[in-house]
């Protein structure tokens, strides 16, 4: 079974420019999670879907965070524009029916 | 909102030795979640623990969840090399799919 696929593995850009991170869940997981890592805050939680659907995206830290879900096979989290600070790890978790979650190997964002 | 403080922060253990991880919730724990993270790489979900008073075990990592349900300890017994990495705990704040508050993490170190 493939499990959480995200994309790139690593990028490195210029603050000011766009960041577009992709998320392929595991087939057949209806909940889908994008969470940061960072030394300073440890992991969180930015925004959840079910069923395509955000539920909660309390965590998305300004307006310069988006995400979208318009399919149950795809996700992206844009930063639009980047800054310095949002240099992280970045993981796509999923899972269905109360079931752990399974994570990806995440995305680490390097911004300049 | 709910926060877990996992102790020790680090650790090293001669290879062999037993070693025990706490993680101690603010609130109630629905569900309490351990991972593993190798440097570098994404999350690998070890147990989960639900109700009061569970342990579960998987090779030589057991973990329980007190009667109380607002901690959890994770033991190694027999370390290996293998057991090195980042151990984290998770929770939901609710009793829904909600997505995960974590600890900051407990780096463990083997030495042989």
């Known amino acids: 079974d493939a499990g959480v696929i995200q994309s790139p593995r690593h990028e490195v850009t210029e603050m000011g420019q766009e960041v577009t991170l992709r998320c392929k869940p595991i087939?057949?997981?209806?909940?889908l999670f994008w969470y940061r890592q960072t030394m300073m805050r440890g992991l969180e939680l930015l925004i959840y879907?079910?069923?395509?659907?955000?539920?909660?995206d309390s965590g998305m830290p300004e307006d310069r965070f988006s995400a979208k879900m318009p399919n149950a096979s795809f996700s992206t989290l844009k930063i639009q524009p980047s800054e310095p600070r949002d240099s992280a790890v970045y993981f796509c978790?999923?899972?269905?029916?109360?079931?752990?979650?399974?994570f990806g190997d995440g995305t680490r964002l390097s911004i300049l | 909102s709910q926060e877990l403080e996992q102790s020790p922060q680090s650790l090293i253990v001669q290879e062999g030795k037993n070693l025990t991880i706490n993680c101690t919730s603010s609130?109630?724990?629905?569900?309490l979640y351990w991972y593993k993270q190798k440097y570098g790489e994404g999350l690998i979900f070890l147990m989960m623990?639900?109700?009061?008073?569970e342990e579960k075990s998987h090779e030589k990592i057991t973990a329980k969840l007190d009667e109380k349900k607002q901690q959890s300890s994770l033991h190694i017994t027999a370390s290996q090399p293998s057991h090195a990495g980042i151990y984290l705990c998770?929770?939901?704040?609710?009793?829904?799919?909600?997505?995960?508050?974590f600890g900051k993490g407990t780096h463990l170190i083997i030495q042989p």
């Open positions: 998770g929770a939901v704040s609710g009793g829904g799919a909600d997505g995960l508050t």
């Open positions: 609130k109630t724990l629905y569900g």
């Open positions: 623990l639900q109700k009061g008073g």
């Open positions: 978790a999923t899972s269905t029916n109360n079931q752990p979650q399974h």
């Open positions: 087939s057949g997981h209806d909940y």
């Open positions: 879907f079910n069923n395509n659907v955000p539920i909660d």
